[in-house]
């Protein structure tokens, strides 16, 4: 026996789809999203300001760890030349101002990006207790769009956004 939907479908002709003003309201949409959205595809410069903010922001976090982890007092600096981690004192076998090996080998340091706009620099040194001294504590790039702080008590690196 037959079930009721099926009757109504073959009495009133039921037919499935989409309408044409749900496709055109599709259409219109994906060109609202393609018009705002793709040019932001094709700007070399915002993959840029977020990668150097990524690796500056690692290289705060190394250098913090390395001198939580040496006993050694860390100096990182990032600034318009880029960052660089080096020693603040002597260390050991390593004189002040040495630079921090990488761990993938080389100095770790990098060069900003010349489309990479930066405002503030940040100037600390790291101790053992993880805890930074310096009187530039924040670092803002990409005409403020991420900023990176050092709190001087603690050494909490905090980033926004």
């Known amino acids: 026996m037959p079930t009721t939907t099926a009757v109504n479908c073959f009495v009133f002709s039921c037919r499935r789809g989409f309408t044409l003003v749900e496709l055109l309201m599709v259409i219109v949409l994906i060109g609202i999203l393609a018009a705002v959205v793709g040019p932001r595809f094709f700007d070399r410069q915002v993959f ?35 960052y660089t981690l080096t020693y603040a004192q002597a260390c050991g076998p390593l004189a002040a101002g040495s630079a921090v090996a990488n761990p993938s080998g080389g100095n770790y340091a990098a060069s900003k990006p010349e489309n990479v706009s930066m405002t503030t620099a940040l ?29 001087p008590v603690t050494g909490f690196i905090g980033t926004t956004p």
């Open 48 to 82: 840029d300001e977020r990668l150097f903010f990524e690796e500056s922001l690692a290289a705060v976090r190394y250098g913090q760890k390395l001198a939580v982890a040496s006993g050694c007092p860390i100096r990182t600096q990032i600034n318009n030349a880029g």
């Open 123 to 151: 100037d600390i040194t790291f101790n053992s207790l993880g805890g930074a001294a310096g009187a530039a504590n924040s670092a803002n790039l990409g005409n403020g769009a991420f900023v990176l702080n050092v709190n």
